[in-house]
């Protein structure tokens, strides 16, 4: 039999368990998406960090209610506020998954599709409404007080198969079974929620937190190993624009090179633009001055290092600093982006394929 004591005692454990290592994997995510994906506007992880931050929110609850000395885990305002992050966890899980790379083949129109945010934003508000007013009421109103639960089991159904769907085509195939695994323990603890025990229930939670935490750091560098070994580009493919943005008054010269945006320096930016420039007015070729080259005249580009450095300065805005490597990307992307004759060099793209813009 536990005592008022051990379950407050239990209760502030766990809440302090829940508030600190969810906020420390919610700062870890974050770190990594700022590195990576923030380079690349994919917001797919902010969402899953941010469903993680909600895990913390909760355990800094249940401390609050642990302070108080009565027997808080049992009370309406606890379980209302367990609800309500348990909702908000699953709607940012919801709204990461079209951001996924690979979805399965039947639901993946649904979840690219306008009406996703109407597929889960009606079911969260169904949810809620009746959480708040059990809140404010004071009573419990039956099996319509747990429709936190049902939400999240319409969460983990159709996060277990993304994540199955991502891992698997990664050729990742053991983490996808761990997956599929973590999904199930999960699902367990949110059925073990309608039985009201609360020691198992804290059991179950911490279990099923620390597995999806782990899967979901399992992803993100999944996420980053496709990254550094995509080698994709198709010189009929690539679309190239150029922008020099006016801001708070200084010039940003910037780059997007398909899904890509990025940032240049003037002198790299300036490089560029005069090969872009020059594909444009008739698929020119830009001379390079060689070693002996003869005094009095003008090239256009220096020496061979103006082009390896511009090259070397895309990739860096492309997958990172330190994330490409010179046989994997360097040698692909110079073969697809640049045409290279004795001492002469132009785009390989097709010029239709640039644009200038000056904002």
């Not at 909702?87 to 996924?100: D, G, H, Q, R």
């Not at 895309?314 to 490409?324: F, Q, T």
Request: with cysteine; aromatic share 14%; hydrophobic share 45%.
């Amino acid at each position: 039999m536990y005592t008022l004591k051990s379950t407050n005692e239990l209760l502030q454990f766990y809440g302090w368990w829940q508030l600190t290592v969810c906020l420390f994997a919610f700062l870890a995510l974050l770190i990594i998406w700022y590195h990576i994906g923030r380079k690349q506007k994919d917001f797919g992880q902010v969402f899953l960090a941010l469903s993680i931050l909600c895990w913390s929110l909760s355990g800094g609850m249940e401390l609050i209610f642990a302070s108080r000395g009565d027997h808080a885990g049992h009370t309406l305002h606890l379980a209302g506020w367990r609800s309500i992050f348990s909702l908000f966890n699953s709607v940012f899980i919801l709204l990461a998954l079209p951001w996924f790379r690979y979805l399965p083949g039947k639901v993946a129109p649904l979840i690219r599709s306008n009406y996703w945010k109407y597929v889960i934003g009606l079911p969260f508000l169904f949810a809620l409404l009746p959480t708040v007013s059990k809140m404010l009421l004071g009573k419990n109103l039956g099996l319509i007080s747990e429709l936190d639960v049902y939400y999240a089991v319409l969460t983990l159904t159709f996060l277990g198969f993304v994540l199955w769907e991502s891992f698997s085509r990664r050729g990742l195939k053991g983490i996808a079974w761990l997956a599929v695994a973590c999904i199930m323990v999960t699902l367990t603890a949110q059925l073990f929620k309608l039985t009201g025990s609360e020691i198992n229930m804290m059991l179950f939670s911490a279990i099923f937190k620390t597995c999806l935490i782990m899967i979901f750091f399992a992803l993100a560098l999944s996420w980053v190993k496709e990254i550094s070994e995509r080698t994709d580009l198709v010189s009929d493919e690539i679309q190239l624009a150029l922008f020099q943005v006016r801001a708070e008054g200084r010039i940003e010269y910037r780059v997007k090179l398909n899904q890509h945006s990025f940032q240049l320096s003037p002198s790299h930016f300036a490089l560029l633009e005069r090969l872009a420039q020059r594909k444009r007015e008739g698929d020119q070729w830009l001379e390079i001055k060689p070693r002996n080259a003869q005094r009095g005249r003008s090239y256009d580009i220096k020496d061979h290092n103006e082009i390896k450095r511009l090259t070397q300065a895309i990739l860096d805005g492309m997958y990172g600093p330190g994330l490409w490597t010179r046989e994997k990307h360097e040698a692909p992307f110079k073969n697809s982006f640049f045409e290279q004759g004795a001492r002469k060099i132009r785009l390989a793209i097709d010029p239709t394929h640039i644009q200038f813009t000056e904002n």
